[in-house]
């Protein structure tokens, strides 16, 4: 099993989301977030004050998918959420030993 | 031919007349009860006429006083509101709403009558304290058509906004309880005699009650926003800096609350200024249009001065000059032409544009949503602008024709402006320090570093504003 951990711009989400289903991915949980990577912000002037924002929102996606399922999942995600441009964010894969289901036990892939 | 046709004639006439002078006497009474009649209809049309007057005249003090409650309301409540960090908006909000309740009480048992009773040129006596004499009758000198009691709760809302615009200038650091004491002295020691010399009877800078110095100030450019933004200079000097000011950036958190707070102190204005005229006459209908021509103006010059400056127009901005044009047209209106207005809107917007972006960064106060800024500049800006552009022709306060502005010809006037001006800073700035520091040594002023950084809102009234969980 493989975690992916994707952070997308906000306006992307339900196109990913849609893409993800289609695969037969069957859960996912959704964060709001803060972050920047090269994109660095941008200014804004309230009463002349400068302030530089240099967090912006954005979307982490979780999920967890079977190995097999990993690079389809990935292959989704790309090609949904990207631009071109900068700022279109970034995706992380981790290995993960063990998923349990909390309503009656199930552990493993039959977990997700 | 002629003889033969006279003599009937005459022989009628005789015949007509006998019954009058038979009845002379009865037709003298009858006279009498119509000139009676008459006379009565006359005084019952013109007791109706002066009585529909005065209803027309109350009805629209009535809403003017609704309109300026209005602005501190909801509106000064949400343009400050907006414009501290979302840890500190119940806190800001509070500190308006305060004034809502304390000065209408003290307002009523001492306050009113030291601005707006009889005394001597600086200060009211104590003839009206508790409302004593206060009633439904109306007082010649104020206002004859209005009851008193009209005039007295319209002014009550000039004096619960006015100490409410110092709040911006020690926004996010001051205490609830020190807050509530400063401006209970404030109302005394500043409020009450500035009104009553600009306003009162016998005042000294009163221009139509025979001051010393009639300084021409028609709804409160000295009296409201010369006392409230220099005394929140002082304050802001005084407390010091926010924590982190300026190195933490302190965006408003948000523009929309300021925004709509904006737009309800501009309608709000047109009681307050159009209000100033004490009655639905002309008059009104000057200061309503002056007002809004200053507003507008006052916009553009900001909005034009930021797009230059920093190539974009924000909302934020325009806003505040719109608020700095309705500040500075406040002496103004009822004085001059609408296009006079534009003119004085358009100056101050573009003066407290640099007031609030260049000249507060120089020498670095933190004078936290501009209460200086923009009333403090604005309001002596515009009183100073009114002595200029009064004009007869829209109120002959000096009598019908006498030359009223420096551009009619009265250059004497600019000196009673500066003279109305100077006292209203000399006061602000000696009443505001001695008040200051009798709070702090008492309670003192700020809250501590802690409560600072947790905000106002959770320490000083233990709630939020915002609740994200629920």
Redo the contacts between chains.
Sequence with gaps: MQKIEAVIQPSKLDAVKDALVEIGVSGMTILEARGHGRQKGHT??????E??VDLLPKVKLELVVSDEMLEKAIHAIITTARTGKIGDGKIFISKIDEAIRIRNDERGEIAL | MRFSLLRPLLLLVALCCAPTVLLHAQTAATSVDRIANLEKQLADTQAATAAAQSAGDNAWMLVSAALVLMMSGPGLALFYGGLVRKKNILGTMMQTFAMMAVITVLWGLVTYSLAFGEGNAFIGGLHNVFLHGVGLAPDVKYAATIPLQTFMVYQLMFAIITPALITGAFAERMKFSAMLVFMILWAFLVYSPMAHMVWGKGGLLNASLGGRFPCLDFAGGTVVHVTSGVSALVTALYLGKRLGYPKVPMPPHSVVLSFIGACLLWVGWFGFNAGSALGAGTLATSAFVATHFGAAAAAIGWSVAEWLRQGKVSALGAISGAVAGLVGITPAAGFVTPMSALWIGLIVGVACYFMVVKVKSWFGYDDSLDAFGVHGAGGTIGAILTGIFASSTINPIFGAGKPTGVLEGNGHQLLNQIVGVAIAWSLSIVGTLIILFVVDKVIGLRVSEEAEREGLDLTQHGEEGYDWAS
Aim: proline fraction near 0%.
């Design positions: 804004e002037f309230y009463r002349g004050r302030y530089s």
